[in-house]
């Protein structure tokens, strides 16, 4: 007669769940990964169907952020010369403000001698 030595261990409800795969996968098919693409076509449409759900500003999911990236994709000099267009208008009034304030002061100093 053989003698042989048996051993058992024993898992705790949570150990056995982290320890022991109790799921059935051998038994499955294996299943294709997912893609996760569509096609420009689809986004297009998806886009239309959404397109006042998306908020008009913020970093991330936007139209100034869709803006944004496709401007820089496209290396966009148009864009440049807009803003640039803008910049140089908004100096332009600086300085015509700037003006009108110096003479502003200028007729209150004069106002103020005369008294």
Same mark, same amino acid.
């Given at each position: ?7 058992k261990t024993?898992?705790?409800? +949570?150990?056995?769940q ?11 098919p294996?299943t294709?990964?997912?893609e996760?693409?569509?096609t420009?076509?689809q ?8 397109f006042?759900d ?7 999911n936007?139209h100034?952020?869709?803006v ?11 864009v440049n ?5 803008l910049?140089?208008e908004?100096?332009s009034? +600086?300085?015509?403000?700037l003006?009108s ?6 007729l ?8």
């Amino acid at each position: 007669m053989a003698n042989y030595s048996l051993s058992k261990t024993v898992y705790n409800k +949570r150990e056995y769940q982290q320890v022991i795969d109790t799921s059935f996968t051998q038994f499955l098919p294996p299943t294709p990964p997912e893609e996760d693409t569509i096609t420009v076509e689809q986004f297009f449409t998806y886009y239309t169907k959404i397109f006042y759900d998306i908020p008009p500003q913020g970093d991330t999911n936007s139209h100034y952020y869709l803006v944004k990236t496709s401007g820089e994709y496209i290396k966009n000099p148009n864009v440049n010369e807009d803003v640039q267009i803008l910049l140089d208008e908004i100096s332009s009034l +600086r300085q015509q403000l700037l003006v009108s304030q110096q003479q502003l002061l200028s007729l209150q100093i004069s106002s103020s001698s005369n008294i």
